[in-house]
């Protein structure tokens, strides 16, 4: 569908089967899967997860399984004793890529409750291990049936959370008569997909496709099995190793890459448990969504983007994270910004919304996506990836001085502003907007990107083509970054000037046209298709501040807002000011409190002077995480702090996700003051006091580590040798 004139972004827009998925949890009135409950557990490594329910279950005909690019390998995994489903003692993620299930029998005729133990220990990687072990406390010797149900329906990522389409009868099954393995394999054209599952001890039986074992279990004995699911993709081969908890390792024979770098991270030491344990946390998920990949003949290492469903590459959450990562290591921003490279674009398509020099927004690899249906191989639909990725070249050149890989882009560097001027704004007004041209496209391609994320304070949805307001921040800081390497490596002084200028006059045009008087003042959230602002009142100001944009007169009104009871739940800045229409505390994009927006939002503070505002929201952040497991999920809702002693979780949030993950890392930065550029850091510390002493060690910049030491407004930078 190509879009002519003006399009209002609704859910009542016809789009053909299967239906895309967005940045928002299904809205629709669908038949949906059932979803496993909030007790949920995943478990990810790389772009492979395992989600069950809290027994380890993946009841058929749920949103469960173990997916693997984009591909569900199991849709279902149902351990039975018995007959009956076993009993929940406990159970939780161990590390990002295991998890332990610790059950017990149910009540079953001739045997109570609670007289046998079951423990499954499950892991993640190159396809997937578990481990059952039963043993029996009955007074007497227990005769037992032990079954695991399996089955598969290589379903495409994008249907599972919606409408599945019936493979059963595509589907090859077979399985070995001595019962130690089950077979299943589907192809679709070029698209060949196998799973096998691999029982050790081998099963007594197979019926159907369940595995059976008949147990004797003598008072006190044990007995376990072993179960490898290896996968094949399309060509490749995906083998599990047999793992440990607190292991991280590749498969057998294999560079141990993922331990090395682990090892490399910073180690942090603080006074504060809670601030040691959110970063330990938020570096074990940063290297569980860890991708590698060959580009140009170089190996590089980017981020997925969140479990469960974008264990992909993002363009806009890849860079904010390795924005966000900086001060753990360069490597994260080396990679996104050769992976994005690759793929940007040279030419125009509208079924991808694909425009010369625009850097992708999202990767998939299913069945769908590889065959044509689905747009996103990769799709382009997001107005800020561009600008965002030379922001990230800039910051990156700060950090490390690398001339080399600037001018292995540069290139690309000039190709994306073109793009900003000859595509971003295509009705040459000044500012960067957004239209889709795909009949599969996102209608919002802002970071607000659910079908309402972006609507005027009367809750009214803007008509098509918007212009967010951060977007044109982000427009502002590449111009001046790309100026600031034009004067440097690129030695271009007219393009620097050009650049220059040209900041000045959007900061000018987007003060005049942005700024509201209405509500004590603030920044429009847009303009619509008819250039009249969309009024209402978001955390995306924030991200003014931390572009630049802002002129220092109106920061202290921005601030003001941002902190604001409207606005500042207690746990961090909202998305939606509580006085507009639309807000609601348990809406994507219309009240939550995202943390990887609220680091944008805490750096660009301190940017301005504001410190003591922008600790508050990193203390409100740390405090936030400590009631999960000292990881920050994706969102949670955006209650006020006096609803309860605990945030209310979001019920759909991806967690872990690479942003808010990586979120801490800029916390620290922010505290630290630590800024890089000319080959030196500068630090200019403001630690909340609560938190004490922070000291981490083996931060890289410009070749060479260093150590930075901060308790309040005292700080040290010492080489090491």
């Known amino acids: 569908m190509t879009t002519t004139g003006k399009r209002r972004p609704t859910p009542a827009d016809p789009t053909p089967e299967p239906v895309p998925a967005g940045r928002t949890p299904s809205g629709t009135d669908r038949d949906l899967p059932p979803e496993l409950g909030p007790d949920a557990i995943g478990v990810l490594d790389g772009l492979s997860f395992m989600l069950s329910d809290a027994v380890g279950d993946v009841p058929p005909g749920s949103i469960g399984g173990l997916v693997h690019e984009d591909t569900r390998f199991l849709s279902r995994w149902q351990l039975l004793l018995g007959g009956a489903r076993p009993l929940l003692l406990g159970s939780s993620a161990v590390d990002p890529y295991s998890a332990a299930f610790f059950l017990a029998n149910a009540e079953l005729p001739g045997l109570p409750a609670n007289r046998i133990g079951i423990r499954r220990q499950r892991f993640v990687g190159e396809g997937m291990f578990e481990r059952i072990a039963v043993q029996c406390f009955a007074d007497e010797e227990v005769s037992i049936e032990l079954r695991l149900a399996v089955d598969v329906d290589f379903a495409d990522l994008f249907e599972i959370k919606e409408r599945l389409r019936d493979r059963s009868g595509q589907i090859a099954r077979d399985h ?29 039986r197979v019926e159907g496709d369940d595995l059976v074992w008949d147990l004797v279990l003598p008072p006190g004995e044990s007995w376990q099995v072993e179960l490898h699911v290896p996968l094949r993709y399309v060509n490749v081969d995906v083998v599990p190793s047999r793992r440990e908890f607190g292991e991280v390792f590749a498969a057998d024979g294999k560079d141990d890459s993922t331990s090395r770098w682990r090892a490399s991270r910073p180690v942090l030491h603080a006074d504060s448990d809670l601030l040691r344990d959110v970063y330990q946390q938020s570096v074990a998920d940063l290297v569980s969504m860890r991708v590698e990949k060959e580009v140009s003949g170089q190996r590089v290492v980017i981020t997925a983007a969140g479990l469960p469903w974008f264990l992909t590459l993002f363009g806009r959450d890849s860079v904010i994270t390795a924005y966000q990562a900086m001060i753990g290591g360069s490597e994260l921003a080396r990679g996104t910004l050769l992976t994005l490279a690759e793929h940007q674009a040279t030419d125009r398509d509208d079924f991808t919304d694909r425009e010369p020099g625009k850097m992708p927004h999202e990767y998939r690899s299913g069945e769908l996506t590889r065959l044509g249906v689905m747009p996103h191989n990769p799709y382009y639909g997001a107005a800020d990836t561009t600008q965002l990725w030379l922001v990230l070249l800039s910051e990156y050149w700060r950090w490390t001085g690398d001339d080399g890989l600037l001018h292995e882009l540069r290139d690309n560097a000039y190709a994306a502003l073109r793009w900003i001027d000859e595509y971003g704004d295509a009705d040459g007004d000044g500012y960067v907007e957004y239209a889709t041209r795909s009949g599969q496209g996102l209608g919002n391609q802002c970071w607000r990107d659910s079908w309402n994320g972006v609507q005027s304070a009367d809750g009214t949805i803007p008509v098509l083509p918007i212009a967010t307001c951060e977007i044109q921040g982000y427009t502002y800081d590449a111009k001046l970054r790309m100026a600031e390497l034009a004067d440097g490596p690129y030695a271009d002084p007219e393009l620097a000037r050009r650049l220059r200028d040209e900041a000045a006059a959007l900061a000018e045009r987007f003060d005049r046209d942005f700024w509201l008087e209405a509500r004590g003042g603030y920044y429009a959230l847009g303009l619509d298709g008819d250039k009249r602002p969309i009024d209402a009142m978001t955390s995306n100001m924030g991200h003014l501040l931390w572009s630049g944009i802002v002129p220092a007169e109106r920061a202290g009104v921005v601030v003001r807002q941002l902190m604001s009871d409207e606005l500042f739940s207690g746990w ?110 500068v630090l200019d510390p403001d630690v909340p006091e609560g938190l004490g002493r922070i000291q981490l060690d083996r931060v890289q910049g410009f070749g060479r580590c260093w150590e930075v030491e901060a308790n309040g407004r005292q700080g040290h930078l010492r080489l090491v040798p």
Not at 179 to 185: A, D, E, K, P, T
Not at 188 to 198: D, H, I, K, S
């Open 176 to 204: 070995l008569a001595d019962g130690s393995r089950l077979w299943f394999g589907y192809q679709n054209g070029e698209f060949a997909v196998r799973t096998q599952v691999v029982a050790l001890p081998p099963a007594d």
């Open 572 to 681: 961090g800045v909202r998305t939606l000011s509580t006085a507009d229409r639309g807000y609601n505390p348990i809406g994507y994009h219309l009240g939550t409190v995202w943390p990887h927006d609220n680091s944008l939002i805490a750096h660009g503070l301190a940017r301005y002077g504001f410190r003591t505002e922008a600790n508050r929201i990193v203390m409100a952040m740390l405090e936030a995480a400590r009631f999960s497991d000292n990881r920050l999920p994706e969102a949670f809702s955006g209650y006020d702090r006096s609803f309860g002693r605990v945030p209310v979780p979001y019920p759909t949030a991806c967690n872990p996700q690479a942003w808010a993950s990586a979120a801490p890392l800029l916390f620290l930065r922010t505290m630290f003051g630590l800024r890089a550029g000319d080959g030196r850091f």
